[in-house]
C-alpha cells in the first residue's frame, strides 16, 4: 500500500513516504478504535443489562468475596472460587471455576497480578461479562514495586487497611450500574463498611505501637506484608519473593538467618496459605547459631482468610487476629 501510492504521487520520495506513512497510521487508528469499541460492548453490560433479581457475582480471594458481600449485601449473590488457605499466586482455575466466571454478572479480583495463572482467562472473560478490577482506585504512586518482577506492583494492597478502603468505590460503582434501583443500598453500605475500615486502621496503628520500637520486625514465609510495614511502621522481611511460585534459595534462607540473629529477632511467623517449611528452617538455623528464635503459636493470614468459625473469614477478622498473633509474639 505504502509502496503503490508512494510510486502514484507526484510530489518528492521524502514527501510521498511521508503520506504513505500518515495513511497507515489513520488506518491503525480507525483499527484500534473498532477495537476499542467492540471490547467496549463486550465489557459492559449496556443499557438494556440491568440485572433483574439478585446480582450474581464471582470473586477470587476471600478479601474480595468479602468486600463484595459487605457492599452488595441481600442484592448479591456471591461465589468465592479461592477458600480459606487457598494461595492466589499459584491457583490455577478449574472448569467449573471458568463456568462460575463467564456467566456471572460480574467478576471482581484483585489484579496486579495476584492471580497470577488466571490472567489471560481474566482478558477472555472480560469478553463475556463485566469484570472489575478492585484494585483499580489505588493510586500508582501508593504502590510499592515489586522485587521480583521488574515494572510490575506488589499485589497485596489489603494489609494497608486505608488502602483496601479505596477497593470499596469500584465495587459499589459496578454493582450499582448492574442494579440501579439498589444504588442508594450500595452506596449506604459502602459507606458503613469505610467507616469500619478507617476505624479498624486507627486500631491497627495503636496495637502496633504498642510493641517496644526494637521489636517491630516482621519475618514471615514470604513478601506479603510490605504494605503493612511500610502503614505501620514494621521492618518487613519475607523468605521468599513476592510470590510463592518460586522456591526459596538456599541463600535466601541464609540472608533471612543472618537478619534473625543479628537482630535478635523475638519470633517469625508461618502463613497460613503458605507451607511452614522455610520458616522452621530459618528457626533451626538460628537456634544453630545460638540465637533461640520462636515460631509465632498462631498462623498468619497473608493471602487468604480463616475458615468458618475461626474469627478470620472475614477481612477485618483476619487483620484484627494477625495483629493479635503479631503483638503477642513481640511484647
Ligand atoms: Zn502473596
Same mark, same amino acid.
Given at each position: 500500500?505504502?509502496?503503490?501510492?508512494?510510486?502514484? !504521487?507526484?510530489? &518528492?520520495?521524502?514527501?510521498? *513516504?511521508?503520506?504513505?506513512?500518515? *495513511?497507515?497510521?489513520?488506518?491503525?487508528?480507525?483499527?484500534?478504535?473498532?477495537?476499542?469499541?467492540?471490547?467496549?460492548?463486550?465489557? &459492559?453490560?449496556?443499557? /438494556?443489562?440491568?440485572?433483574?433479581?439478585?446480582?450474581?457475582?464471582?470473586?477470587?480471594?476471600?478479601? +474480595?468475596? =468479602?468486600?463484595?458481600?459487605?457492599?452488595?449485601?441481600?442484592?448479591?449473590?456471591?461465589?468465592?472460587?479461592?477458600?480459606?488457605?487457598?494461595?492466589?499466586?499459584?491457583?490455577?482455575?478449574?472448569?467449573?471455576?471458568?463456568?462460575?466466571?463467564?456467566?456471572?454478572?460480574?467478576?471482581?479480583?484483585?489484579?496486579?497480578?495476584?492471580? %497470577?495463572?488466571?490472567?489471560?482467562?481474566?482478558?477472555?472473560?472480560?469478553?463475556?461479562?463485566?469484570?472489575?478490577?478492585?484494585?483499580?482506585?489505588?493510586?500508582?504512586?501508593?504502590?510499592?514495586?515489586?522485587? =521480583?518482577?521488574?515494572?510490575?506492583?506488589?499485589?497485596?494492597?489489603?494489609?494497608?487497611?486505608?488502602?483496601?478502603?479505596?477497593? +470499596?468505590?469500584?465495587?459499589?460503582?459496578?454493582? !450499582?450500574?448492574?442494579?440501579?434501583?439498589?444504588?442508594? =443500598?450500595?452506596?449506604?453500605?459502602?459507606?458503613?463498611?469505610?467507616?469500619?475500615?478507617?476505624?479498624?486502621?486507627?486500631?491497627?496503628?495503636?496495637?502496633? !505501637? !504498642?510493641?517496644?520500637?526494637?521489636?517491630?520486625?516482621?519475618?514471615?514465609?514470604?513478601?506479603?506484608?510490605?504494605?503493612?510495614?511500610?502503614?505501620?511502621?514494621?521492618?518487613?522481611? &519475607?523468605?521468599?519473593?513476592?510470590?510463592?511460585?518460586?522456591?526459596?534459595?538456599?541463600?535466601? +534462607?541464609?540472608?533471612?538467618?543472618?537478619?534473625?540473629?543479628?537482630?535478635?529477632?523475638?519470633?517469625?511467623?508461618?502463613? %497460613?496459605?503458605?507451607?511452614?517449611?522455610?520458616?522452621?528452617?530459618?528457626?533451626?538455623? /538460628? *537456634? =544453630?547459631?545460638?540465637?533461640?528464635?520462636?515460631?509465632?503459636?498462631?498462623?498468619?493470614?497473608?493471602?487468604?482468610?480463616?475458615?468458618?468459625?475461626?474469627?478470620?473469614?472475614?477481612?477485618? &477478622?483476619?487483620?484484627?487476629?494477625?495483629?493479635?498473633? +503479631?503483638?503477642?509474639?513481640?511484647?
Amino acid at each position: 500500500m505504502s509502496f503503490r501510492l508512494k510510486s502514484k !504521487s507526484k510530489t &518528492g520520495s521524502e514527501g510521498s *513516504r511521508r503520506f504513505g506513512w500518515r *495513511r497507515w497510521l489513520a488506518a491503525g487508528l480507525v483499527g484500534a478504535l473498532a477495537v476499542f469499541l467492540v471490547a467496549g460492548c463486550g465489557e &459492559g453490560p449496556g443499557e /438494556a443489562g440491568a440485572v433483574e433479581g439478585t446480582v450474581e457475582a464471582t470473586t477470587t480471594t476471600t478479601m +474480595i468475596t =468479602d468486600l463484595v458481600e459487605q457492599v452488595g449485601g441481600e442484592h448479591v449473590e456471591v461465589t468465592g472460587l479461592m477458600g480459606p488457605g487457598v494461595d492466589p499466586h499459584t491457583y490455577r482455575a478449574s472448569q467449573s471455576d471458568v463456568a462460575a466466571l463467564t456467566e456471572a454478572d460480574v467478576v471482581f479480583y484483585n489484579g496486579l497480578f495476584l492471580e %497470577g495463572q488466571m490472567q489471560d482467562l481474566f482478558v477472555d472473560v472480560a469478553e463475556q461479562t463485566s469484570t472489575v478490577r478492585v484494585t483499580e482506585a489505588v493510586p500508582e504512586e501508593r504502590l510499592l514495586e515489586s522485587e =521480583d518482577y521488574e515494572g510490575q506492583f506488589d499485589p497485596h494492597v489489603w494489609f494497608d487497611v486505608s488502602m483496601w478502603q479505596m477497593t +470499596i468505590d469500584p465495587v459499589v460503582e459496578q454493582l !450499582s450500574e448492574l442494579k440501579p434501583d439498589a444504588a442508594e =443500598d450500595f452506596e449506604r453500605r459502602g459507606e458503613e463498611y469505610r467507616q469500619e475500615l478507617e476505624e479498624l486502621d486507627a486500631e491497627v496503628r495503636e496495637r502496633i !505501637s !504498642s510493641i517496644p520500637e526494637e521489636d517491630r520486625m516482621l519475618v514471615t514465609a514470604h513478601d506479603a506484608f510490605r504494605y503493612f510495614g511500610e502503614a505501620y511502621g514494621m521492618e518487613v522481611v &519475607g523468605v521468599e519473593g513476592i510470590s510463592t511460585e518460586g522456591e526459596a534459595g538456599a541463600g535466601d +534462607i541464609r540472608e533471612v538467618v543472618d537478619f534473625v540473629v543479628e537482630k535478635e529477632v523475638p519470633a517469625i511467623f508461618v502463613e %497460613g496459605s503458605v507451607p511452614p517449611q522455610n520458616i522452621e528452617a530459618v528457626q533451626a538455623a /538460628a *537456634r =544453630d547459631r545460638g540465637w533461640d528464635v520462636q515460631v509465632a503459636d498462631e498462623e498468619l493470614y497473608s493471602d487468604a482468610g480463616g475458615p468458618e468459625g475461626s474469627g478470620a473469614e472475614t477481612y477485618t &477478622g483476619m487483620v484484627r487476629a494477625n495483629v493479635e498473633t +503479631i503483638v503477642e509474639a513481640l511484647s
